[in-house]
């Protein structure tokens, strides 16, 4: 079972909660806690052995803890995904792998994409394909046509795994911190006085590829995960088109196991990821 | 502060530690916790805002915890070490200038060194060096002389920096846990002598270190921490010694910097590293 | 048009190959040499622009260079390959993918398995899947039953991804470094059974996955590439597992990219990689 | 011997060069070649056995290559640096460490300091430390100071190892590609459209923190070197500065290095690096 908590921060908030968990007979196998102590905001995952009644438990948490704590029990047990594409498989084929073995940590519900040249490989798996065509149409209307296919289906998650129309704040803000983006490239840049503090209020993890949340500014949203990958002068362009691909892949199936698994709070623009 | 705890596991331990916390009135910003479910064996490791009297609240804990809890309280606010080196500089060099530009997080009280050679470099830091030859005498009476210098110090951790004498059973036992080593190779590949001429031959593609606790096994206590360092076939026996002197340096920053500050706990052959 | 060349070492081997394609008119994009000082070993990869008659520039190579002159001109210019499985899917699932996509940079032929639990995937991807059983029968049956499969078609390499049987001598000598094995493990850690027991029972910081050209000496061929994974005590021998599946997985393919571009060269037990 | 060459590319470069040298009866040990094809210019660093008369050589080389070509052979047999620094000391103490113990591959003639807070280091090491103030004087003054000092000595690379001053143009132009800077962050950013061709044109080499030669343009030189390091949402931004000093450290240690062994050739805007 898995706990996550998050609220204002106050002395004896794990004490509060470790309490609840005692008086249930329940063994906390792993437990990972952090305060941001800038925004004075408390973050808990707990890890505990067998399983429990999580309506009760919940119930019980909430009432030990402050008014605006968010409490999760097995968040979502098994996390249901829709993806949407474009023309580029790498990161598609690497989730329909996962979701075939049953390693995804998740389920594949649907792939969406606005051109149907991913459509056999997802009927390869059994998994239905949706072709929304961008062309001719406005955004608005593209936007709802998708819209109609995810309503046929009940995701937890939207992952973008190589979309390449960017979606209005209209249609991101009806899901949010539920839509992850991978994004071909290190975000973002430092440039100038400071990158450190820069870096440390923009809440980066790593740096190549970047998987983040998607809000409604563009590449902007909390970074879950970023990794690089080095290159030489012997590189092409397409060498590093294709070696970008290999990062870009890693990275979005890094960062969509560490969110499957519950592992990944977001407060305001930043996550705490308990690796 | 910094609170290390480890005892037998059963249910409460974590809502009994940090009751008393919340009693004291302590804020805990970050907390680390893992059972070893093999083991029957709890690990904690918890950091709070300020600070406080901590003879107190070691005794109102070990009251809460199980008989067998080891409670550490700022276990040792700030680390005393000894080095042991024999001729080569490069562990010992990085060691000198963080403890001289106090980035080590403890402070160096002398340097052991069975040649002369590394004399120089100490007294350049104005770091006292002790020489001790190993020639013409027993092993026995090698590790009394040694003894004899480390009783003129109070220090906390022994750090072997390419230290190339065997040190006996006799002689470890007196500190527990509290020798370190850094190995020339990654364990457990390559144990014994001349390590990277078997890597040359072998025609490895990386070559690694490891950073452990020395117990009576050779080579084989408690691993604190390992890296790699990739090779190729340019490479010559001795391109890879000097490849391996900078992995060296770099995993024994590393270890001591988590030894330091208190974020390895260690059971029977095994540590827990809350990084 | 990629060309490589190794024979014994003497003055003007690079003269000899470089006068020869400039007669031609070739120009060459990227070279890269190598001398094995201890073994007295030359090694030459040129990589040139436009292609050419090879097996009228072969001839004049031949001529120009040591008798003992191994010349190879886009050696196989689409490679060929057969994968052997066992039961895990994570290696052949990637080759799948990527041979399906033309990313592969060879063609895969078919797959044997010695269980049939892998035939359903290939079968996806319209891939052949011959299945072999090892049950109630010698491993001389077991090994001449795959060569009869392996004669019906016409590969380069043969691929062990994850491949669980241990391949006799003499089947092995029938294919000089055209197998290709990736091992569970960082060589020459952890040789045998069930090395990610044995390195969760040594507490690794680091574990590695090996490829390398199979040889009569189990785990001892020629390494080609060599990778590691960071993991800690959090993770239990299940989760070492599951970590080395996306370390073997990554390893491999790097390999046979390597491999399938030429930029591997073999002397004796060791490689010498261009990349 | 190194010998290092660069020019307009066509076709018969590699066969003039090394016809001359198999006529001296020159063994080579080790050839990089590169072509940018691109910009049609050919790029070659061959490492040969023993030593030869540079000078007759360099003869015979330029008369068989074209005009323009620059032939450089052991074109400094040992570098002689000077390293301008401001306060942090963790560069300049890993390049003083080098130096002492001739591992550094240049020999440090001086250290100028614009803050007098390392003079105490560099005497450690018996290093000349020159205070040079940028208080209360023009840029123009400051860098005439500077190159008083320069002028003492005859150093054929200026190192800034966190020196925090802005070099104007006429100061960097009388040390074109001599003079090599780390920089705290990773070099550039690569926001928005096509970021692989972005980066192919930018000619950069990895990612974190970027060493790299100084042009006019501020911080957008040749790059020599770029690495990263993992940060996560514990690090404040002290550790975030931290973590950034180690890096810092090992990127210049890298660039120096390669620089120091000629493995770096400089064109336009980008380099070549043979690692």
Sequence with gaps: MVIV???????GLVAATSNVLAKNGINIVSMREHVDTDKGRFFLRIQTEGEQNTDTLAKQLKEALPQD???HINPIPEKKI??????????LSDILIRNHFKTLGATLQCVIGNHEVLH?????FAIPFHFVSHKNISKEK???????VINQYNADYLVLAKFM???????????PMRIINIHHSFL???IGANPYKQAYERGVKLIGATSHFVTNDLDEGPIIC????????????????????????????????????DRVLVHENKTVVFE
């Design 5 to 11: 908590i998050q609220c204002s921060d106050k002395v």
């Design 69 to 71: 704590a968010e409490v």
């Design 82 to 91: 829709i993806v949407l594409v474009t023309k580029e498989h790498h990161c």
């Design 120 to 124: 056999d490989i997802c009927k390869r």
């Design 142 to 148: 593209f936007e709802s046509d998708i819209q109609l």
């Design 165 to 175: 129309r960017i979606l209005s704040p209209a249609f991101v803000e009806k899901f």
């Design 188 to 190: 973002p840049a430092f």
């Design 226 to 261: 970023q990794q690089i990958i080095p290159v030489n002068h012997s590189f092409t362009t397409s060498d590093m088109v294709r070696a970008g691909k290999e990062i870009e892949t890693a990275v979005l199936a890094k960062a969509l196991h560490l969110v499957f698994e």
